[in-house]
């Protein structure tokens, strides 16, 4: 934080943690929250100490020193520790994403072994040899940790803790383990890349199962070489590099991009206290739960798009000054944008179309050389490259709904929406002006806090800077134009699979450093200017009237999970059956995976999500039978491959699962050719949801049996 005593953003928190005894407290108490948490999962939770430990040896020694190494032939190092930090995670990301595509066509995982290792040591060697070794020297301390940066940390490692880890109790201490369904899928496409890429479905000829996979591939490394569990990587260690990659990233973020960087823990921890983007309920923050819950990677997915913004920055600088390293920040922006769209393609498309957009409103205004426009084309065609040819090859199956678009679809989640309306028709109001009124709603909710700097900040930037009153900076034009981009694309998608809240979170995590550069600005003003003083003083009082209605949501959304997790770690918890597996389908799983080829194809008649009387097998929603997958360690079968296929080509799920029922129909004497024909090893029968009967035959051998699960080899 900056240190002049007229700064109104000095009072409150700040103040009080200026004293180094308070300060050194809230450091020391930060410090111990990490052990401690690591401590509650190993005793309460059963999580293995060693996995830990060789989770973590992973991320340092595959990822991290890696990309350390890196970043430093390559010259770009970074003044700033944090900003060395989140270049370098993604860099060792992108290595490991690449060494992995190389590795599949080898026949032997060595590469995948030994490349992480050898650049970590290459790494350590040189930086004991370095006259920049920060061990040789003191270029940190524990001291100079700002409290708040310390706090924010915390908070979020807390939040990932209680709505991830210490909701998942393993099936090994509970009769009954309940388990989020986005979740069991991405566990099952990490078991499928251990194995193998790209994920064929074996139901349907051509099939390529498919998904935004870079972070499954990273999390898959380990569950491939050292045979690691998914779960684990996802469940107990993902809550820790969760923390890492979100906070280092949105720090190193306010860092860089921040005209007072000392503000960067203060701004880093207002973000967490606003609890952008509350819609769906009271307290629960959608944007909060995608990004540190981290479903479907979301929360990766922001990180490396705030990190693109800062390799932006640095790319175009050098460019400018025609720095000898800027064709070295070209290809770290080109992998970037690459990482960016294989972990979240949505967030990709917001940066390079931003990009473009950036690059054009220069060229009109004379802002921009048209040489500057070469460099998109090898950009542009890196995301094409990984958007189309990983994400979108041919035969692909990729659920999604009817309809592309659907304007303002996203409001009718918000549980303000249908009082509102009501009261609107109550009083009379058209059609017209009531979506106005719900637009303007939605706005105040998805921004919270920054509703009021944002929406004047970005205004008045956009006609100072049209009209040349202000300098046309391209780093932060793009923040600009991503933020119109996202918000745009979340109002016109259709809500499908929330496909569009993707957009939206670049969106949402772009307004705090708009608003802040809104404030920085009045604040620069304020000595020559009685109405900037006003302005200034107005919008720091709207918003700290705002932040303490936000702080008691996300406190309340803490302690509800808080007490979800205690709840949860209680083994003899009943959990709906349709939406758990039990310690009975939890041993047949473990037997399958100790007994059978890694390679075996198994089918499921596993009904996950719903009763059988509300079944309805067009609907891919309720073909989620992912469970099995998961604790079988194995490659896919009928759920992985129903439940991505898109509604519009909801006969062919039809007639896929039509055929997968013939397996379980006594009746049919030929259900033994069908397996072989299909490639089934095994049939799994789930005495959990219906009777079953005894389907031995002379191709069907039971080779299993427990209170919940028979399980049939098949002859041949």
Same mark, same amino acid.
């Given at each position: 934080?900056?240190?002049?005593?007229?700064?109104?953003l000095?009072?409150?928190?700040?103040?009080?943690? @200026?004293?180094?005894v308070?300060? @050194?407290?809230?450091?020391?108490l930060?410090?111990?929250?990490f052990?401690?948490?690591?401590v509650?999962?190993?005793?309460v939770y059963?999580?293995?100490?060693?996995?830990?430990?060789l989770?973590?040896?992973?991320?340092?020694?595959y990822?991290?020193?890696?990309?350390?190494?890196?970043?430093k032939?390559?010259g770009?190092g970074?003044?700033?520790? *944090?900003?060395?930090?989140?270049?370098s995670?993604f860099?060792?990301w992108g290595f490991?994403?690449?060494?992995y595509?190389?590795?599949?066509?080898?026949p032997?995982?060595?590469?995948?072994?030994i490349?992480?290792?050898?650049? *970590?040591?290459?790494?350590?060697?040189?930086?004991?040899?370095?006259k920049?070794n920060?061990?040789?020297?003191r270029?940190?301390?524990?001291?100079?940790?700002?409290?708040l940066?310390?706090?924010?940390?915390?908070?979020?490692?807390l939040?990932?803790?209680?709505n991830?880890?210490?909701?998942y109790?393993?099936?090994?201490?509970?009769?009954?383990?309940?388990?989020?369904?986005?979740k069991?899928y991405?566990?099952?496409?990490?078991?499928?890349?251990?194995?193998?890429y790209?994920?064929?479905?074996?139901?349907?000829?051509?099939?390529?199962?498919?998904?935004?996979?870079?972070?499954e591939?990273?999390l898959?490394i380990? #569950?491939?070489?050292?045979?690691?569990?998914s779960?684990?990587?996802?469940?107990?260690f993902?809550?820790?590099? +969760?923390?890492?990659?979100?906070?280092?990233?949105?720090?190193?973020?306010f860092?860089?991009?921040?005209?007072?960087?000392?503000r960067?823990g203060a701004?880093?921890l207002?973000?967490?206290?606003?609890?952008?983007?509350?819609?769906?309920?009271?307290?629960?923050?959608?944007?909060?739960?995608?990004?540190?819950?981290?479903d479907?990677?979301?929360?990766?997915?922001?990180?490396a798009?705030?990190?693109s913004?800062?390799v932006?920055?640095?790319?175009?600088?050098?460019?400018?000054?025609?720095a000898?390293?800027?064709?070295?920040?070209?290809?770290?922006l080109?992998?970037?944008?690459?990482?960016?769209?294989?972990i979240?393609?949505?967030?990709?498309?917001?940066?390079?179309?931003?990009?473009?957009?950036?690059?054009?409103?220069?060229m009109?205004?004379?802002?921009?050389?048209?040489?500057l426009?070469?460099?998109?084309?090898?950009?542009?065609?890196?995301?094409l490259?990984v958007y189309?040819?990983?994400l979108?090859g041919?035969?692909?199956s990729n659920?999604?709904?009817?309809?592309i678009?659907a304007?303002?679809?996203i #409001?009718?989640?918000a549980?303000?929406k249908?009082?509102?309306?009501?009261?609107?028709?109550?009083?009379?109001?058209?059609?017209?002006?009531?979506?106005?009124?719900?637009?303007?709603?939605?706005m105040v909710?998805?921004?919270?806090i920054?509703?009021?700097?944002?929406?004047?900040?970005?205004?008045?930037?956009?006609?100072?800077?049209v009209?040349?009153?202000?300098?046309?900076?391209?780093?932060?034009?793009?923040?600009?134009?991503?933020?119109?981009v996202?918000?745009?694309?979340?109002?016109?998608?259709?809500?499908? /699979?929330?496909?569009?809240?993707?957009?939206?979170?670049?969106t949402?995590?772009?307004?705090?450093?708009?608003?802040?550069?809104?404030?920085?600005?009045?604040?620069?003003?304020r000595d020559?200017?009685?109405?900037?003083?006003?302005?200034l @003083?107005?919008?720091?009082?709207?918003?700290?009237?705002?932040?303490?209605?936000?702080?008691?949501?996300?406190t309340?959304?803490?302690?509800?999970?808080?007490?979800g997790?205690?709840?949860?770690?209680?083994?003899k918890?009943?959990?709906n059956?349709?939406?758990?597996?039990?310690d009975d389908e939890?041993e047949?799983?473990?037997?399958?995976?100790?007994?059978?080829?890694?390679?075996?194809?198994?089918?499921?008649?596993?009904?996950?999500?719903?009763?059988l009387?509300?079944?309805?097998?067009?609907?891919?929603?309720?073909?989620?039978?992912?469970?099995?997958?998961?604790?079988?360690?194995?490659?896919t079968?009928?759920?992985?491959?129903?439940?991505?296929?898109?509604?519009?080509?909801?006969?062919?799920?039809?007639?896929?699962?039509? +055929? @997968?029922?013939?397996l379980?129909?006594?009746?049919?004497?030929?259900r /033994?050719?069908l397996?072989?024909?299909?490639?089934?090893?095994? #049939?799994?029968?789930?005495?959990?949801?219906t009777?079953?009967?005894d389907?031995?035959n002379?191709?069907?051998?039971?080779c299993?049996t427990?209170?919940?699960?028979?399980i049939?080899k098949?002859?041949?």
């Amino acid at each position: 934080m900056s240190s002049n005593p007229k700064n109104p953003l000095n009072n409150g928190l700040n103040n009080c943690l @200026n004293n180094d005894v308070l300060s @050194n407290a809230v450091r020391l108490l930060c410090a111990l929250v990490f052990p401690i948490l690591g401590v509650i999962g190993i005793t309460v939770y059963k999580i293995s100490a060693s996995d830990f430990l060789l989770a973590f040896s992973f991320f340092f020694f595959y990822v991290q020193f890696p990309g350390l190494y890196l970043l430093k032939r390559a010259g770009l190092g970074q003044k700033h520790i *944090s900003v060395t930090l989140a270049v370098s995670l993604f860099i060792g990301w992108g290595f490991e994403v690449l060494v992995y595509f190389i590795n599949d066509v080898l026949p032997t995982d060595f590469l995948l072994y030994i490349s992480g290792p050898i650049l *970590s040591c290459l790494y350590c060697l040189e930086l004991i040899r370095s006259k920049d070794n920060p061990l040789k020297r003191r270029g940190f301390r524990f001291s100079r940790l700002s409290p708040l940066l310390c706090l924010f940390v915390t908070l979020v490692m807390l939040y990932c803790a209680l709505n991830v880890q210490f909701r998942y109790l393993s099936p090994e201490i509970a009769k009954l383990t309940m388990m989020n369904s986005d979740k069991a899928y991405h566990l099952g496409l990490i078991n499928a890349l251990s194995h193998d890429y790209p994920m064929i479905s074996p139901w349907v000829a051509g099939r390529v199962i498919n998904y935004h996979i870079f972070t499954e591939i990273l999390l898959s490394i380990p #569950v491939r070489l050292f045979g690691m569990t998914s779960d684990f990587m996802m469940l107990s260690f993902g809550p820790f590099l +969760t923390t890492y990659a979100f906070c280092i990233s949105v720090y190193s973020f306010f860092k860089e991009m921040s005209s007072v960087p000392k503000r960067a823990g203060a701004y880093s921890l207002l973000l967490l206290l606003s609890n952008i983007y509350i819609t769906r309920d009271e307290s629960t923050s959608l944007a909060l739960k995608f990004a540190l819950e981290n479903d479907n990677s979301a929360g990766y997915g922001i990180a490396a798009s705030l990190v693109s913004i800062v390799v932006f920055k640095k790319w175009y600088e050098s460019f400018e000054a025609k720095a000898s390293n800027r064709w070295s920040y070209l290809c770290l922006l080109i992998l970037m944008l690459m990482l960016t769209t294989g972990i979240k393609g949505p967030m990709g498309a917001v940066i390079i179309a931003s990009s473009w957009g950036t690059f054009m409103l220069g060229m009109i205004l004379g802002k921009i050389s048209p040489k500057l426009l070469a460099p998109m084309l090898p950009l542009t065609a890196s995301f094409l490259l990984v958007y189309m040819g990983v994400l979108r090859g041919k035969g692909v199956s990729n659920a999604s709904g009817e309809s592309i678009f659907a304007v303002a679809k996203i #409001v009718d989640i918000a549980f303000w929406k249908k009082p509102l309306v009501e009261g609107l028709k109550a009083i009379g109001m058209g059609a017209a002006p009531r979506l106005a009124v719900v637009l303007l709603v939605f706005m105040v909710f998805f921004f919270t806090i920054y509703f009021v700097p944002f929406c004047v900040g970005y205004i008045r930037e956009l006609i100072l800077v049209v009209f040349g009153r202000k300098e046309f900076n391209p780093p932060r034009v793009l923040v600009y134009a991503a933020s119109a981009v996202g918000f745009v694309l979340l109002m016109i998608m259709n809500y499908s /699979g929330h496909s569009q809240v993707y957009f939206g979170l670049v969106t949402a995590f772009l307004s705090p450093i708009v608003a802040f550069w809104f404030i920085e600005d009045l604040e620069a003003k304020r000595d020559r200017s009685k109405a900037a003083k006003f302005a200034l @003083n107005a919008t720091l009082a709207l918003m700290a009237v705002c932040l303490i209605a936000t702080t008691i949501s996300i406190t309340n959304y803490m302690g509800r999970s808080y007490r979800g997790a205690v709840k949860a770690s209680n083994a003899k918890a009943k959990h709906n059956k349709y939406l758990s597996i039990s310690d009975d389908e939890y041993e047949a799983m473990r037997w399958l995976m100790e007994n059978t080829d890694e390679d075996a194809l198994l089918a499921t008649d596993r009904y996950y999500s719903v009763p059988l009387d509300e079944y309805d097998v067009d609907n891919r929603w309720d073909n989620r039978f992912f469970l099995y997958a998961v604790y079988s360690n194995r490659f896919t079968y009928i759920s992985g491959s129903g439940y991505n296929i898109p509604d519009r080509e909801s006969e062919l799920r039809l007639e896929m699962i039509k +055929t @997968n029922r013939q397996l379980y129909d006594v009746e049919n004497e030929q259900r /033994g050719d069908l397996a072989r024909e299909l490639g089934v090893d095994y #049939v799994v029968v789930s005495k959990r949801f219906t009777k079953a009967p005894d389907l031995a035959n002379k191709d069907y051998k039971l080779c299993y049996t427990n209170k919940d699960i028979d399980i049939y080899k098949i002859a041949g």
